[in-house]
């Protein structure tokens, strides 16, 4: 770290170490949002000639350190990559070619007067932000002179910084959340890497972020903030999608999942926004800013008690951490970790509590007859919502991955049994082939579909409880709604959009492939549209309920 970054994060790293010791840091709290003592430095149109710049070069020497690593535009901060000096504001992606109103102002440059030597104005602003057009400044003091960057982006800006590596043990930070749309937030949060597969220095890991304050009595407490629109939370996840080629999979998911649930299922309240992402004056690239599963804050949302209930979730044995896991694999054919266990249970004697679920999913069907299956069902699981999931999971290609691994299991309590509910998670593996990777060609391959669910599965293969109506209700539904070939269309070339048309996507494949590139999510969409008809047959041919229209759809009427 040069001079100039030591200057300009004294306090930041002063900050971390007292708050890593839970000193009292009320003071320091409150100035986060105050207003400069000295007013800012503001940065100025162009020169009128070039003579002008030349005259100031003439009388200076140029800085071989930044002048400037601090800006904001409208009291919003600009991220900062300090290895190419090139600072990033975040506009929006209006639809206009007009420019909005900035200003842009430097709170720790006192002394340095700062200068556009490219006149912005002259472009459109949609192509300067799709196309990540550089505008060069100057700074300079009565003695020194240095040139740097400026580029203009459409999607919000996370910057975090610690002073020090963030790695998979927490560590103090401060961290800044900027947008066209919201208020700026800047707080003190604490930071880790998060997911088994990337920790490298060089590969694009990603974060949790548990944000903090210091209250009037000097304590350190956990802080709810609402970014960018979003319900408040105390804890957020920076989801890298490093593993994806659009790095837009998980967050297609979570947005499916929500339209697919509009009435207000408890996961469809985690919502995500894709974001840039700064990390200690690093450019990291284009990433997913979700809120993290709150077990207790779901289970109430869901009717529950926190006190009686509990979560679980399926998962691969490779990604077992912390918690207890347990293996089913002679029955369920599952590991199941304890995410949350009731009060006054141990880990180890909440999974008494799967035991209805285990004798519904054994995978021999060898522990209840038909009947009996079909009673306990109805006793532990709401029959329209488990469909519901599992035609959620068949329509987006979830596959195995939200079958043996990322697949959360809710137990609440009902009377004196237990009701299971099912919720996704991880869904960047939505909308591919059932087995394929992601380094192989989208469309190579048989679409099959996943028929793991064992417990919708044998329902459906026994047409008990209602279940083909029910089915067929939902499914078409979906398909007339949200799955119809003109939503599907604009769904993914908005989401195509969000990425290219705010430059992201190009900076991302140049940060981290070397080149830059548009995205195409032309693959994705015709796979899903070719996905979604062999799921169409595929119902038709196992489940089938009703009349059928000439084109083969079905309609509701009962046969």
Known sequence: MDAVDQNRWLSLLALGMLFALVLPLAMYADSLNARQTTEPAVVLPPFEDIEALWAIEDARTESAA????CLENNGSPLGYDAQ?????????????????EIVLTAPEASGVTICFLDDYTYDWRDEAVAEGYPYELIAYTDTEYAYFDLVFTGLPIVSIFSGQ???TEYVPAVASVSS???????????????????HADDQKVSYRLEFHRINQQGKDKKNAISLLGMQADTDWLLISNADEDTQLRNHLAWDMWRQWNPDGDAFSLLESR???????????????????????????R????????????ILSPANVKERLVKSFKDTADVHFEVRKPPLRFTEESSFAILDDYIALADVKQGLLEDDAFLRELAIHMDVEDLLSYYLFSQAISLQEDNVYNNLYVWAIADGGNYRYWYAPWDMDRSFVLCHAQFDQPLLEGEDRICTDLRIPYRLLELDGLDSRRMLWSLWIEKRNTILSDDALY??????????????AFRRNAERWNGTAEDLDITDLYNYTLKHLGTLDQFLRECWPYGEYTPEGKPTITIR
């Open 66 to 69: 930044p002048l400037v690593t």
């Open 84 to 100: 190419r000096n090139t600072f990033y504001c975040t506009l929006g992606l209006e639809a206009e070619s007009d420019w909005p």
């Open 165 to 167: 590596e963030i790695g």
């Open 180 to 198: 066209a749309e919201n208020e700026a937030v800047r707080a003190l949060i604490k930071a880790h890497t998060r997911g088994s597969a990337f």
């Open 274 to 300: 894709m974001v840039e992402v700064f990390v200690n004056n690093e450019y990291r690239g284009l990433y997913q800013l979700m809120q993290r599963v709150d077990t207790d804050a779901q289970i109430v």
């Open 302 to 313: 869901m009717g529950g008690n926190p006190d009686t209930d509990c979560a679980f979730r």
């Open 490 to 503: 604009q769904w993914f070339h908005d989401a195509e959009d969000l990425v290219n048309l705010s430059g």
